[in-house]
């Protein structure tokens, strides 16, 4: 499956701080709507972020862990939903100039039921929600950096 990209008028470590927020999860990422508790240290190797998924009242809880890091170029997720199963994320970050970024989305399933699905089917349901995440990420990004200012 082809990454999603978007680019923001913010330096790397502007777009990664948005990211270091774990509490700030769920108003980027489509689906997550409520924030239980993120571990400290997030967003450490093997710390977690404790969400819901879905609409009240029809909510599931859902775990996200990091699988790797390389701050401020790289997150590595696992986010987990029973019984769907998981998916792995990679957000790659690369600065195209100063205060410049291109954000890169990559998600697939790796376990459970959504691995049944073949790659394209999952790229229609993925892609344009990872789409509307990554812009949701991108004005976060944008409005922290004019605070910052």
Same mark, same amino acid.
């Given at each position: 499956?082809?990454?999603?990209?978007?680019?923001?008028?913010?330096?790397?470590?502007?777009?990664?701080?948005? /990211?270091?927020? !774990?509490?700030?999860?769920?108003?980027?990422?489509?689906?997550?709507?409520?924030?239980?508790?993120?571990?400290p240290g997030?967003?450490?190797?093997?710390t977690r972020?404790?969400?819901?998924? !879905?609409?009240? $009242?029809?909510?599931?809880?859902?775990?996200? %862990?990091?699988?790797?890091?390389?701050?401020? *170029?790289?997150?590595?997720?696992?986010?987990?939903?029973? $019984?769907? !199963?998981?998916?792995?994320?990679? /957000?790659?970050?690369?600065? /195209?100039?100063?205060?410049?970024?291109?954000?890169r989305m =990559?998600?697939?399933?790796? =376990?459970?039921?959504?691995? @049944?699905?073949?790659?394209?089917?999952?790229?229609?349901?993925?892609?344009?929600?990872? %789409?509307? =995440? @990554? =812009? *949701?990420?991108?004005?976060?990004?944008? !409005?922290?950096?004019?605070?910052?200012?």
């Open positions: 499956m082809d990454p999603v990209e978007i680019t923001v008028d913010a330096s790397a470590e502007q777009t990664f701080a948005v /990211l270091a927020d !774990g509490w700030m999860y769920a108003t980027w990422v489509v689906g997550a709507s409520h924030i239980r508790d993120v571990d997030w967003p450490a190797v093997g972020i404790h969400h819901s998924v !879905g609409t009240w $009242p029809l909510t599931m809880s859902d775990i996200t %862990k990091v699988h790797d890091v390389d701050p401020p *170029r790289m997150l590595e997720l696992e986010a987990k939903l029973w $019984p769907v !199963g998981s998916a792995w994320i990679r /957000l790659e970050l690369v600065e /195209l100039a100063p205060q410049r970024t291109k954000i =990559s998600e697939r399933a790796i =376990s459970g039921l959504a691995t @049944l699905l073949p790659d394209q089917v999952q790229e229609l349901v993925l892609v344009p929600r990872n %789409k509307e =995440s @990554l =812009s *949701r990420l991108a004005d976060l990004v944008i !409005g922290r950096s004019r605070d910052s200012k």
